[in-house]
T-cell receptor, first 115, second 113 residues
Framework: DVKVTQSSRYLVKRTGEKVFLECVQD?????MFWYRQDPGLGLRLIYF???????EKGDIPEGYSVSREKKERFSLILESASTNQTSMYLC??????????????FGAGSRLTVL | AQTVTQSQPEMSVQEAETVTLSCTYD???????LFWYKQPPSRQMILVIR??????QNATENRFSVNFQKAAKSFSLKISDSQLGDAAMYFC??????????FGTGTLLAVQP
């Protein structure tokens, strides 16, 4: 089975800190995604990457950046964390090819609290 | 732009009964996919069922089936013989040529013993 591992399950950071959320997948998937999950808002796409060093903005990219230097790793970066970025962050991956034909595999999530 | 709407924030069902979760979507694309994902409490999101828009036949996976009404842009999930392990947050999602999976706001399903 594909495994998507998010390095931190729970994080607590201070306003203004730089935060790195790491995600690693072990099945050579081309596509990787970062979502943010908030009650009543569902999952909202922050950024996605369809290949190494390639990235595209999702629906809510403001305040975030991403890095994909290696195929298996996709990092989400909060340059200067703010309290409104307190949320659950979900990483997901899938093989390339026909969009939607392949299923997303999700990580367990990283719950970030910004004080 | 794609949108997905789940109008039921919470639902409840008795064990062994049947429940239907509603989902409507909007897309201008002719070729797209629809999904139902399940997120159990404190556990990872997993796929429940998938439907390809060009297929008229409704998808079925064991106790889970969908009612796909393309003209009405409706994609509901039916869970038959509900079990305690079905309690979870359920998300409807769509994906078209943009390669982005767009999710609804979720329906929290409680299963009463």
């Amino acid at each position: 089975d594909v495994k998507v591992t998010q390095s931190s399950r729970y994080l607590v950071k201070r306003t203004g800190e730089k935060v790195f959320l790491e995600c690693v997948q072990d099945m050579d998937h081309e596509n990787m995604f970062w979502y943010r999950q908030d009650p009543g808002l569902g999952l909202r796409l922050i950024y996605f990457s369809y290949d190494v060093k390639m990235k595209e903005k999702g629906d809510i990219p403001e305040g975030y950046s991403v890095s994909r230097e290696k195929k298996e790793r996709f990092s989400l970066i909060l340059e200067s964390a703010s309290t409104n970025q307190t949320s659950m962050y979900l990483c997901a991956s899938r093989v390339g090819g026909t969009p939607g034909a392949n299923v997303l595999t999700f990580g367990a999530g990283s719950r970030l609290t910004v004080l | 732009a794609q949108t997905v709407t789940q109008s039921q924030p919470e639902m409840s069902v008795q064990e062994a009964e049947t429940v239907t979760l509603s989902c409507t979507y909007d897309t201008s694309e002719s070729d797209y996919y629809l999904f139902w994902y399940k997120q159990p409490p404190s556990r990872q999101m997993i796929l429940v069922i998938r439907q390809e828009a060009y297929k008229q036949q409704n998808a079925t996976e064991n106790r889970f089936s969908v009612n796909f009404q393309k003209a009405a842009k409706s994609f509901s999930l039916k869970i038959s013989d509900s079990q305690l392990g079905d309690a979870a947050m359920y998300f409807c999602a769509s994906c078209g040529a943009t390669n982005k999976l767009i999710f609804g706001t979720g329906t929290l399903l409680a299963v009463q013993p």
